[in-house]
């Protein structure tokens, strides 16, 4: 059945006044645990649509305040506050409040399933499988995300894509659901179609997602990483422009730079990887762009021995493929070949259909000599999108050409 979209809710107009609104009644009653819950949830979206930390902590600090009114079988109190910490990367909390969740109520498949998404975050996939394979047809929203994100892991993104474009159009149909929520599921659409090579269409994805909810970090941040492998230089400076306005993640200052050096903007390069430096320091606190600023530095070869130190910390914290993918990555840029290797094999344990992840494992096995292994990686990489990236995906090319001619070659 073809669903109608519903008018997109500006609910985001209305934020500050929410939380203000609850922020008034905010403590008056000591047993109170509904209005702090409430206003730890008002804090999340905000979080969400605007990219400040600090409403995460404020909203961690509601949760608790509603869980000291109500320690015991206080279960919105412990998924508000699950909430918290996972946008803090505190996976471990999180999957512990959860489990206290699910005690309450055993039988709530949609819990299970948040745990089998945080059990992917940490690595333990086996987990994460026995819970999504006792959640199944349930029908929600929660889990045609997860089952989508695990088919994705494990190699199977047509069948992610299917899913999450059931859940995107079945988002579409709610006026109630949250703008920044719906935007959300077209951006991670144009995310999968990335994956496989259709560009145009991941491309139209985000712009989609912006037309619902024209502020989306994350939609411009991925749109403006499509266009730099697409090598739309200028449309890939002006998207990142506009996502470092609202939010400078590492991520799209090291596009805006890498736009900008090819376009011959050496001055306004460097000012953008002196901000991403300065992003490190300060804007980096809570942790939260380990991953991504671990990636910038082993893309660009700066600091190699900060990057693999990154890697490891990263890790520590929640050991997934591309957590593994990282590490091996940033190992290899450090000259430490034996942890790359593992860690590479680690992160395609499912051969997962990402093209930078199964590069990173061609230029290890490059390394190693092992021909057999590095074509195949770079084969792979270059079937899923023959414009994964502007450089890795021509450096990939190079690769082939030049393994080919080596095995050629007499003597």
Not at 380 to 408: C, I, K, V, W
Request: hydrophobic share 45%.
């Amino acid at each position: 059945m073809q669903l109608t979209p519903a008018p997109v809710k500006p609910d985001f107009i209305y934020r500050d006044a929410d939380v203000a609104f609850l922020e008034s009644r905010y403590k008056k009653n000591a047993q109170d645990m509904i209005v702090p819950r409430m206003l730890s949830a008002e804090y999340l979206q905000r979080y969400r649509e605007r990219g400040d930390v600090g409403d995460v902590l404020r909203a961690q600090a509601a949760a608790r305040t509603s869980l000291h009114a109500m320690p015991r079988n206080n279960m919105a109190g412990d998924i508000a506050l699950a909430d918290a910490d996972l946008a803090l990367h505190r996976f471990g909390d999180a999957r512990t409040l959860i489990e206290s969740a699910r005690r309450v109520q055993p039988d709530n498949h949609d819990l299970a399933l948040r745990e089998a998404s945080v059990d992917m975050e940490l690595g333990d996939y086996a987990r994460a499988r026995r819970l999504i394979e006792a959640s199944r047809d349930t029908g929600s929203l929660a889990q045609d995300v997860i089952v989508s994100r695990w088919d994705e892991i494990t190699g199977r993104v047509a069948d992610a894509q299917t899913r999450l474009n059931h859940a995107m159009h079945f988002s579409d149909s709610l006026y109630d659901m949250p703008a920044e929520r719906r935007a959300w599921y077209h951006f991670r659409l144009g995310e999968l179609k990335y994956l496989t090579g259709d560009n145009a269409g991941a491309i139209a994805a985000e712009q989609d997602a912006l037309a619902i909810f024209k502020t989306d970090v994350f939609a411009l941040g991925a749109l403006a990483r499509f266009e730099l492998a697409h090598k739309d230089y200028a449309a890939a400076e002006a998207t990142a422009q506009q996502g470092v306005r609202l939010m400078p993640s590492p991520e799209t200052l090291g596009i805006l730079a890498d736009a900008q050096a090819a376009r011959n903007d050496r001055a306004g390069a460097r000012a953008t990887a002196a901000e991403i430096d300065a992003e490190e320091r300060i804007g980096n606190v809570q942790h939260v762009n380990d991953r991504l600023i671990a990636v910038y530095l082993a893309d660009h070869g700066k600091r190699p021995g900060d990057a693999y130190a990154i890697a490891r910390r990263e890790i520590a914290v929640r050991d997934d493929i591309y957590a593994e993918d990282t590490l091996a990555w940033c190992a290899a840029k450090a000259g430490k070949w034996d942890v790359a290797r593992a860690a590479a094999a680690k992160a395609l344990r499912f051969d997962t259909e990402d093209p930078r992840l199964q590069y990173h494992a061609g230029v290890i096995a490059q390394h190693f000599g092992d021909r057999t292994e590095a074509v195949r990686r770079y084969t792979r990489a270059l079937a899923l999108n023959p414009q994964f990236s502007a450089t890795a995906a021509d450096d990939a090319r190079a690769q082939l050409a030049r393994l080919s001619a080596e095995s050629t070659r007499p003597g």
